[in-house]
T-cell receptor
């Protein structure tokens, strides 16, 4: 049981390049989330999904797109990377949104945009 | 919009001290409140989860309390050790409004326990 995994762990892009971050979970969770973490800003929600085939915007969605074609995978895309997108990206999943539910986090992807 | 604030931003204590980390939130419509630990360059590890109807949870040397009506939580660490050094994040799982089904995080408290 691997939990939540993220690919890749590190990436360096040039301004204007595109890339896709992959998040996979093997816990059959319905909810999945993408966050970014920046110094002094805490974790901020980019996009999330409440089930296969659904996506919704979070707090800071601009410049990112997502897809949830399979229940176990949640992809985050950057179509034209900008230096402001340099950050650590975390994926998380949760069974549901309820009193006893928690989110399980992946190890993160460190992205640098030059 | 839910807002979560953690005080202090950083804390440095000698080994063996008991310490308290504080968290406050603005909207009481929550499913639960969670405390996470994050080591440098690593992901988040859940420490304690307090359901909205509960007052406290304990795990080993950690005790977390929740006062939902006043929008406050505290994390108490007893007999601190150098291995407790990390960033501690408070997060609420929102049950209503535009934040439904989302976690809102505080900015964290950076704890250093020196020998």
């Amino acid at each position: 049981n691997a939990g939540v995994t993220q690919t890749p762990k590190f990436r360096v892009l040039k301004t204007g390049q595109s890339m896709t971050l992959l998040c996979a979970q093997d816990m059959n969770h319905e909810y999945m989330y993408w966050y970014r973490q920046d110094p002094g800003m805490g974790l901020r929600l980019i996009h999330y999904s409440v089930g296969e085939g659904t996506t919704a915007k979070g707090e800071v969605p601009d410049g990112y797109n997502v897809s949830r074609l399979k229940k176990q995978n949640f992809l985050l895309g950057l179509e034209s990377a900008a230096p402001s997108q340099t950050s650590v990206y975390f994926c998380a999943s949760a069974r549901l949104a309820g009193v006893s539910d928690t989110q399980y986090f992946g190890p993160g992807t460190r992205l640098t945009v030059l | 919009k839910q807002e979560v604030t953690q005080i202090p931003a950083a804390l440095s204590v000698p080994e063996g001290e008991n310490l308290v980390l504080n968290c406050s939130f603005t909207d009481s419509a929550i499913y639960n409140l969670q405390w996470f630990r994050q080591d440098p360059g690593k992901g988040l590890t859940s420490l304690l989860l307090i359901q909205s109807s509960q007052r406290e949870q304990t795990s080993g040397r950690l005790n977390a309390s929740l006062d939902k009506s006043s929008g406050r939580s505290t994390l108490y660490i007893a007999a601190s050790q150098p291995g407790d050094s990390a960033t501690y994040l408070c997060a609420v799982y929102n049950a209503g409004g535009t934040s439904y089904g989302k976690l809102t995080f505080g900015q964290g408290t950076i704890l250093t326990v020196h020998p």
